[in-house]
C-alpha cells in the first residue's frame, strides 16, 4: 500500500485532533472510533477520503456558521447544481443553500438524559462531546439511536434570531459506523380482528395479560404534550378487514417511534395492556415500559388465539393519567353558531411551502395560493423543517373556503385527526422561525376561547397589526407578554373583543373523541364566512380612511343655503368654503373602528398625539366633569378608545365666481384636509402603562383622573417623573442628553438618583406664539430671532424638596409648612414661568388652578431655580413697578401634574391666599357696567364662521414664519365663534381669533363648551361688545360636541322655534339676542334697493358686464342683491326692519316667478332704488318713466302690503346708521276720531330672518297667547 501523501497526513492530524475533542467513547479508545469512521468515508467515497472535506464538530457549527448551508459528501458539482435547480421550482427568486464543505459525525439521541428530569418531546438530536443540535428526518430506524454515525448529506439551518442555535436538517440516511446485530424470533401476536373484542369486553383489566398486536398503520396522530407529559395515538388495521384499534404510546423512551411510523407499512407492538377512559369510557391498547417496536414479518410471528391471550400471569392494566388530566384542565365549550354553518369537506394535499405567513399563529402559505393552519395541532418540534421550499403532505385536513371576508387564501387546518408529513426538505437558503409552544398568546386564546377557524383568523390578523404598530415603542415582549396576574397590552385587547364574540358554552371540546371517535368531530368541522365585528388599523390608514370619508360625495354647494349663496360675491363665496369640517364616530366605519395609540406630545405642534409606527394622529383629551386633562403621567402608554369622534377639518382655495358655477370642480384649485380625534379620559382603556410604573398613594386622590376599579377602590395608572425622561417626539434632538441621564440614573451616587422638585400653582396660561425675550447674555445671539414660546404666571407654594429618588417625588408638604402656632402660611412668590424648545411639550398639560411639580432630575442643588432666573425686562425698568423673575424651564425638566385646586382639602386650601380666579358670565361681559378689558368666561359655540379679519385687527404674526402645515386659510382670515352662555340661551357674544392661532386651538367646534381666559373685551362703534384672542389668552375644552349635532352646514337655530316676543321688551340688554319672533302689523315699506353689483369689485353690473372702467373690471359674472326697510308695530311699540334679497319678495307679497320676472328686468337696468315716506304724497327719486320703478312704488302703495305677518328677526348690530341714545317722544295717534297722545321710544333696528303669512285662525290663536301672556306679567 503506498504511502500517503503530504495532504493525506495533514487531513490524517485534523481527524485525530477531531476524534479526540468531539467523539464520545472511553479514554483511549478514540483511535479505533476514527478507523471505523474513515472505514465508512472510503466505503462511502468509494475508497477514498474526502481530503476536500473537513472534519466539523456541534460546537463550531453552531457558533460559526451563522447563514444556512449544505454538504454533501459524495456529490459531484454538476450533481449538486441540479439538485440545487429543481430546489428553485416553487420560488425561482430565492436563492438555493451554498454548499459548504463538512463532514459531520455524530451520534442519534432522543433527548434524554441520565439522572435529569427532561421533558422528551420526541425530537431527535446529533451530538458529541462538544454540544448537542435538535435534528429532523425523513426516515428513522430504532437501530440509529445511539449510534455513530456519519452524516454523507445535511443541511443547517440557523435561526432568524441570530443569538439562538439551529438545527439540522439530514437529506439523506445516514451511515451507521458499525453494522447492526439483527436479532431473529418468533413473537406471538394477536392480530386487530380478534384484538377488537378485548376492547369491548367486560372482563376485568387485572385478569388479563400484556399482548402482541400487530397491524397496518392507518393513522398517526401528532405528538401531544400535557402538564409535561408527552403522548401520541396511533391505529392499526387488520391485514384482512378494515377492523382498527388505538394504542396509546405514553412512555418518554418510546416517544421517537413517531419517527419510525409510515402509513401503509405492518408493524408489531409488544407488551401492550388495555385502559379506558373514566368519563367517556373508551378502551384503547397502552404501551408499557417492556413495550417494542417491530417492523412486521410474518416468518417471524405466529398468531396466537384470543382466549390463550387472556391467560399468563395477569398484569394490572396502567392507568392513563395524562389523558384524564387533559380532559379535566382543558374545559374548552363547543363555539355558538348563530346562523347557519357548513360542514367542510377533508381532503389530502400535496404541496410546497412557498411562504411562512405566521409561524407563531402556525400559518404557512402552500403553493402561493392554499393556507396551511396547523394551530390546532401541536407542533413540538417548533416547526422545524417547514421552510419555504418544503414539500408536505397533508392527509386528512380540513378545507375551509373564505373563513373570513378579509382573508385572502382558501385554509385547509389541521386537526387532531389530521397528518401532516414532510416529504422532502427546502433546497433554499430560507431562515427558521421556530414556533413558540409556550407563553404563545394566539395559541393560549385560541384553546382559553376554543375558536373556530374564522375567529382565529381574525384574532390573528389583529394581533399581526398589534404587534406591527407597537413593538417599536414598547418591545415585543411587554406586548404579547401574558401571566395570570398581570396580562400583557395585547391580551387587555383582544380578551374582551372575545369575550364579546363567544358567548359562554355549556358544551366542552372532547380532545380523546375527536382522536378515537368513529365519527369525527373537531372544531374545524364546521365553517361560515365571518364579517369581523370590529377592526383596529394603523392610523395612518385611519387618517386615509376618513381623508376619503370626508370626500365621498362632498360638494362645495352643500356648504352654503342657496338661498344665501346665490347672492354672495366672489369674495365672500370663496372665503365661506375655505374651511369646513365634519366628524366621524366609530359606527361611521365599517366594521366599527377602534383606535389605539401610544400617547406621545410633540414639541415642535405642542399637541398630544396618538402614535404608532406608521403615523401619528393629534388628539383632544377632556374630563366629563369639565376639568382640563392634564395627566402627565399618561405619556408613553398605550391607549384604546372606542367612543370618540374624529374631526376632518377641509381646507379649500377656490376660485368660483358666483353660486352658479359651485358645481364645476375645476374651480377648486386646491385641497387639503387635517385630521385630528377628540374624546373624553373617561371613555380611555389604558393597555399598557409607561414603563410599567403605577404610582402608589397617589396624591391627587380627589382628582378626576382616577378611575374607579370592579371593587369600587380607587386607582391611578399614573407614573414617576424618571418614566417621562424620553416620552416626548423631538428625541434625537437631544439624544445624548438623555442617555447620560438615564444612565445616570441607574448610578450608585446620590446625585444620579436624587433629584429637586418644586411646587407651583398656575394663575395664569397664556397663547403659544412667537415671542422675543431678553434672554441671558450667553444666548443674546439665540434672541435676536423671535422663537415659538409661551409663558405662564404661577405661584411657588413653599421651598424647593430635594428627593433621593424621583419616585418619591409628588406629595404635597409643602402645603404643611405652617408655623407652630398655625398663624403663619404658606411661603407663596409669584413667577413667570418661560417654555421654550422641548419644554413646549408641556403646553396641553399646563391648566389654570392646577397644581404641579417642576422636578428637577440628576439634582441635589436646591438653590438651582434661583440661579437660571433672570428678569422679563432690563434691569434698568424693574425700579417702578415690581415684576416676577423669570424661569426658563429647561428641556430635561419634567412637569408632574398634582391635583386641582378645587380638590384640595380645608385645610390645605385654608393656607392659600389670594390665589381666586374670576370667571364672569356672558350676560356680564355683555353688560354695559362691565368695566375690564380682558375677560374670563366659559360657554357653549353656537356657530363658526370664517371672515376676513377687521381692518383695524393686526394678525398676530410674523414675517418669516410659515403657515400651518395642512392648511390653505390665508393669514388675514379669522374665526368667528358665537359662543352662548348654555345651549338654547339667546345670550350670544362673539369671539375672533386670527387663522395663525388655530393651528394650536384643536376642537373649536359648535356644541363644545369652551373656557375663554384673558380675551380682550371691545365694543364696536355700532355699540356691539365682542371679544379677541390676543397674546395673553389661552383656552380649554369643558366639554365634547354631542355626537347628534346637526350639519356644520345648517344654520344656527334651526333646531327649535325661536321665543315670542313684544317689541317693547326688546331693551338694550338684549343686544346680543341671536333670534326671536314678533306679530306685527306691516305698517309702511320705507326704501327698496334692486340691483346687481360684480361679483369681484361689487360695482354695478349691467348688461352683462361690470361698470368699472378705471381700472377696468374682468369679471362677467354679476349677482343680484336686494334690500328693504319696512315699518312694523305690534301695539306696544314700531320697529325698522331690515329685509334681504328673498325677504324682500315676501315682504311685498310677490310670488317666485313674479319676482323672478322683477329681477330679469332690473338686470338691463343695473339697479332700481325707491324711497316710499310713510305718509302719502312724500317724494319717490326713482324716475318716472321707469317701468319697474313704478311698479315697484305702486305695489308699496297698495293697501295690501299693509297686513298681519309673523315675523322671525335678530337685532341688527351693524345698522346703516348709528343712532345716539334719545328720550322719549310724544307722538299722536289716532283711533277713529278719538286722538292719543303717547311717549315712544326709538324706533330699534331689527334684521329679517323669516315672513310667514298669518291665516285668520292662526291670528286669533296668537292674539290669545298673547293677551294671556300679558295678563299673566300684569
Known amino acids: 500500500m503506498a504511502a500517503p501523501s503530504a495532504a493525506e497526513q495533514r487531513w490524517l492530524r485534523a481527524a485525530r485532533d477531531f476524534a479526540r475533542r468531539a467523539l464520545p467513547g472511553p479514554e483511549g479508545r478514540e483511535a479505533a472510533a476514527l478507523e471505523a469512521v474513515l472505514r465508512c468515508l472510503r466505503s462511502a467515497g468509494g475508497g477514498a477520503l474526502p481530503l476536500g472535506y473537513s472534519f466539523?464538530?456541534?460546537?463550531?457549527?453552531?457558533?460559526q456558521q451563522h447563514i444556512p448551508c449544505c454538504s454533501h459528501l459524495s456529490w459531484s458539482t454538476n450533481e449538486f447544481k441540479e439538485w440545487s435547480h429543481q430546489g428553485q421550482g416553487a420560488l425561482p427568486m430565492q436563492s438555493t443553500l451554498p454548499r459548504t464543505y463538512l463532514i459531520l459525525v455524530?451520534?442519534?439521541a432522543d433527548g434524554r438524559q441520565k439522572n435529569k428530569e427532561k421533558l422528551v418531546d420526541g425530537s431527535l438530536y446529533v451530538k458529541d462531546n462538544t454540544g448537542i443540535i435538535p435534528c429532523e428526518l425523513l426516515h428513522f430506524r430504532l437501530e440509529w439511536l445511539e449510534s455513530l454515525l456519519v452524516f454523507p448529506s445535511w443541511s443547517y439551518i440557523p435561526q432568524k434570531d441570530q443569538s439562538a442555535a439551529g438545527y439540522l436538517e439530514i437529506l439523506v440516511d445516514p451511515l451507521p459506523v458499525n453494522a447492526p446485530k439483527e436479532e431473529l424470533h418468533s413473537i406471538p401476536v394477536t392480530s386487530p380482528v380478534p384484538a377488537e373484542p378485548l376492547l369491548t369486553s367486560r372482563i376485568p383489566c387485572k385478569k388479563r395479560s400484556k399482548l402482541t398486536v400487530a397491524g397496518e398503520l392507518t393513522r398517526l396522530g401528532p405528538l401531544l404534550c400535557i402538564h409535561h407529559k408527552t403522548f401520541f395515538f396511533l391505529f392499526l388495521k387488520c391485514f384482512a378487514s378494515a377492523v382498527c384499534v388505538p394504542v396509546l404510546v405514553q412512555k418518554p423512551s418510546q416517544m421517537l417511534w413517531h419517527h419510525v411510523f409510515q402509513l401503509g407499512h405492518r408493524y408489531t407492538i409488544t407488551g401492550l395492556s388495555m385502559s379506558s377512559f373514566k368519563k367517556?369510557?373508551?378502551?384503547?391498547?397502552?404501551?408499557?415500559?417492556?413495550s417494542c417496536l417491530l417492523p412486521y414479518c410474518a416468518e417471524q410471528v405466529r398468531e396466537q388465539p384470543l382466549s390463550s391471550a387472556w391467560q399468563g400471569e395477569s398484569t394490572q392494566t396502567s392507568s392513563f393519567e395524562t389523558a384524564e388530566q387533559l380532559s379535566c384542565s382543558l374545559q374548552l365549550e363547543a363555539e355558538e353558531r348563530p346562523r347557519p354553518t357548513e360542514e367542510s369537506k377533508i381532503i389530502s394535499y400535496v404541496g410546497f411551502v412557498t411562504k411562512i405567513l405566521n409561524v407563531q399563529a402556525g400559518l404557512f402559505l402552500l403553493d402561493n395560493q392554499v393556507c396551511l393552519c396547523l394551530a390546532y395541532q401541536p407542533l413540538l418540534n417548533s416547526a422545524r423543517g417547514l421552510r419555504p421550499g418544503a414539500c408536505v403532505e397533508l392527509i386528512d385536513v380540513h378545507l375551509l373556503q373564505k373563513p373570513l371576508v378579509s382573508f385572502p387564501f382558501t385554509v385547509l387546518g389541521a386537526c387532531l385527526s389530521s397528518m401532516v408529513v414532510l416529504k422532502s426538505f427546502s433546497r433554499l437558503s430560507t431562515p427558521y422561525q421556530p414556533m413558540a409552544s409556550s407563553r404563545n398568546l394566539c395559541l393560549q386564546l385560541l384553546f382559553r376561547f376554543n375558536l373556530g377557524m374564522p375567529l382565529y383568523l381574525w384574532l390573528v390578523s389583529l394581533l399581526e397589526t398589534f404587534e406591527e404598530r407597537f413593538s417599536c415603542f414598547l418591545g415585543r415582549s411587554r406586548l404579547l407578554s401574558s401571566t395570570h396576574r398581570n396580562p400583557g397590552a395585547a391580551e387587555k385587547f383582544l380578551v374582551p373583543l372575545l369575550q364579546a364574540m363567544v358567548p359562554d358554552r355549556e358544551e366542552a371540546r372532547d380532545i380523546y373523541n375527536e382522536i378515537l371517535s368513529k365519527t369525527h368531530q373537531c372544531p374545524l368541522q364546521k365553517c361560515l364566512t365571518l364579517s369581523p365585528p370590529c377592526q383596529a388599523p394603523s392610523l395612518s390608514a385611519v387618517c386615509r380612511v376618513a381623508e376619503q370619508k370626508s370626500w365621498e360625495g362632498f360638494s362645495p354647494s352643500q356648504l352654503l343655503s342657496p338661498l344665501e349663496a346665490q347672492h354672495m360675491g366672489t369674495q365672500e363665496l370663496n372665503r365661506r368654503l375655505a374651511w369646513s369640517y365634519c366628524t366621524l364616530s366609530a359606527e361611521s366605519f365599517q366594521p366599527q373602528l377602534i383606535l389605539l395609540g401610544v400617547l406621545r406630545v410633540s414639541s415642535r405642534s405642542s399637541s398630544l398625539q396618538l402614535q404608532d409606527k406608521s403615523s401619528k394622529l393629534p388628539c383632544v383629551i377632556s374630563h366629563k366633569d369639565g376639568s382640563p386633562f392634564a395627566q402627565t403621567a399618561l405619556i408613553g402608554s398605550l391607549l384604546q378608545v372606542e367612543n370618540y369622534q374624529l374631526v376632518v377639518e377641509r381646507f379649500l382655495k377656490t376660485d368660483f365666481p358666483s353660486w352658479e358655477h359651485l358645481k364645476n370642480l375645476e374651480h377648486v384649485r386646491k385641497k387639503k384636509t387635517s385630521v385630528y380625534v377628540q374624546f373624553y379620559f373617561e371613555d380611555v382603556q389604558v393597555l399598557h402603562a409607561a414603563e410599567g410604573r403605577i404610582q402608589k398613594g397617589l396624591r391627587s386622590r380627589n382628582s378626576s383622573s382616577l378611575r374607579k376599579s370592579k371593587d369600587g377602590s380607587t386607582t391611578s395608572e399614573l407614573e414617576t417623573p424618571e418614566a417621562k425622561t424620553l416620552k416626548s417626539e423631538d428625541l434625537k434632538a437631544d439624544s445624548g442628553r438623555d442617555e447620560n441621564c438615564q444612565g445616570a440614573q441607574s448610578s450608585s451616587s446620590s446625585r444620579a438618583t436624587s433629584c429637586v422638585s418644586r411646587l407651583f400653582l398656575v394663575t395664569q396660561k397664556e397663547s403659544l406664539m412667537p415671542r422675543n425675550y431678553q434672554l441671558p447674555a450667553e444666548e443674546a445671539k439665540e434672541a435676536q430671532e423671535q422663537q415659538h414660546s409661551f409663558q405662564a404666571t404661577v405661584l411657588w407654594l413653599g421651598r424647593p424638596q430635594l428627593w433621593s429618588h424621583p419616585r418619591e417625588a409628588g406629595n404635597l408638604s409643602e402645603l404643611e409648612?405652617?408655623?407652630?402656632?398655625?398663624?403663619?402660611?404658606?411661603?407663596?412668590q409669584e413667577a413667570l414661568l418661560l417654555f421654550m424648545g422641548r419644554s413646549l411639550r408641556w403646553f396641553p398639560f399646563l391648566h389654570v388652578d392646577g397644581l404641579y411639580h417642576l422636578i428637577v432630575p440628576c439634582c441635589s442643588d436646591l438653590e438651582v431655580f434661583d440661579k437660571v432666573c433672570f428678569p422679563p425686562v432690563p434691569v434698568t425698568f424693574l425700579g417702578r413697578p415690581p415684576c416676577p423673575l423669570c424661569l426658563r424651564v429647561q428641556d430635561s425638566w419634567h412637569l408632574q401634574h398634582e391635583t386641582w385646586i378645587s380638590c384640595l382639602p380645608e385645610r390645605q386650601l385654608s393656607v392659600l391666599t389670594g390665589v381666586e380666579q374670576r370667571t364672569a358670565s356672558i350676560p356680564e361681559v355683555l353688560s354695559s357696567s362691565f368695566t375690564g378689558s380682558l375677560v374670563s368666561f366659559c360657554g357653549e359655540i353656537v356657530e363658526r364662521t370664517l371672515c376676513a379679519s377687521p381692518k383695524n385687527e393686526k394678525p398676530l404674526v410674523i414675517a418669516g414664519h410659515p403657515k400651518k402645515k395642512g392648511t390653505l386659510l390665508s393669514r388675514d382670515h379669522s374665526v368667528k365663534l358665537s359662543v352662548s352662555?348654555?345651549?338654547g340661551s339667546p345670550v350670544v357674544v362673539d369671539v375672533y381669533i386670527t387663522a395663525t392661532c388655530l393651528q394650536h386651538l384643536r376642537g373649536l367646534l359648535p356644541g363644545a363648551k369652551i373656557h375663554f381666559q384673558n380675551l380682550e373685551r371691545k365694543i364696536s362703534r355700532f355699540h356691539n361688545v365682542y371679544c379677541t384672542y390676543i397674546a395673553s389668552s389661552c383656552v380649554s375644552i369643558i366639554s365634547l360636541p354631542a355626537s347628534h349635532l346637526p350639519s356644520p352646514s345648517s344654520p344656527a337655530g334651526d333646531a327649535s322655534s325661536p321665543s315670542l316676543v313684544f317689541l317693547c321688551n326688546l331693551s338694550p340688554q338684549l343686544q346680543n339676542?341671536?333670534?326671536?319672533?314678533?306679530?306685527?302689523?306691516?305698517?309702511?315699506?320705507l326704501t327698496v334697493c334692486l340691483q346687481w353689483i360684480c361679483?369681484?369689485?361689487?360695482?354695478?353690473?349691467?348688461?352683462?358686464?361690470?361698470?368699472?372702467?378705471?381700472?377696468?373690471?374682468?369679471?362677467?359674472?354679476?349677482v343680484r342683491q336686494a334690500s328693504a326697510r319696512v315699518l312694523v308695530e305690534d301695539g306696544t311699540g314700531e320697529a325698522v326692519v331690515l329685509c334681504k334679497n328673498e325677504h324682500v319678495a315676501a315682504v311685498l307679497g310677490l310670488s317666485l316667478l313674479e319676482w323672478e320676472a322683477v329681477q330679469n328686468c332690473v338686470q338691463s337696468r343695473g339697479s332700481v332704488y325707491i324711497q316710499h315716506g310713510e305718509a302719502p304724497g312724500t317724494a319717490c327719486l326713482e324716475e318716472s318713466e321707469d317701468l319697474v320703478a313704478?311698479?315697484?312704488?305702486?305695489?308699496?302703495?297698495?293697501p295690501l302690503i299693509c297686513r298681519p305677518i309673523l315675523l322671525d328677526f335678530s337685532l341688527d348690530r351693524k345698522p346703516s346708521k348709528i343712532l345716539q341714545p334719545a328720550p322719549p317722544q310724544l307722538r299722536n295717534f289716532r283711533s277713529g276720531e278719538v286722538e292719543f297722545v303717547s311717549q315712544v321710544g326709538p324706533r330699534p333696528s331689527l334684521l329679517c330672518l323669516k315672513v310667514e303669512e298669518v291665516e285668520q285662525d292662526a291670528l286669533h290663536y296668537l292674539n290669545s297667547q298673547r293677551m294671556s301672556r300679558t295678563s299673566s306679567s300684569c
Open 106 to 108: 455524530g451520534y442519534l
Open 280 to 290: 367517556s369510557g373508551q378502551m384503547m391498547f397502552v404501551t408499557s415500559v417492556s
Open 56 to 63: 466539523i464538530s456541534i460546537s463550531d457549527l453552531q457558533h
Open 981 to 983: 352662555a348654555d345651549s
Open 1073 to 1085: 339676542l341671536p333670534q326671536a319672533r314678533i306679530l306685527c302689523h306691516l305698517s309702511c315699506v
Open 1095 to 1118: 361679483s369681484l369689485c361689487s360695482c354695478i353690473f349691467k348688461e352683462g358686464r361690470c361698470t368699472r372702467h378705471n381700472p377696468p373690471c374682468p369679471s362677467q359674472t354679476g
Open 1190 to 1198: 313704478c311698479y315697484l312704488r305702486s305695489l308699496c302703495r297698495s
Open 817 to 828: 409648612e405652617t408655623g407652630c402656632d398655625g398663624k403663619e402660611g404658606v411661603m407663596q
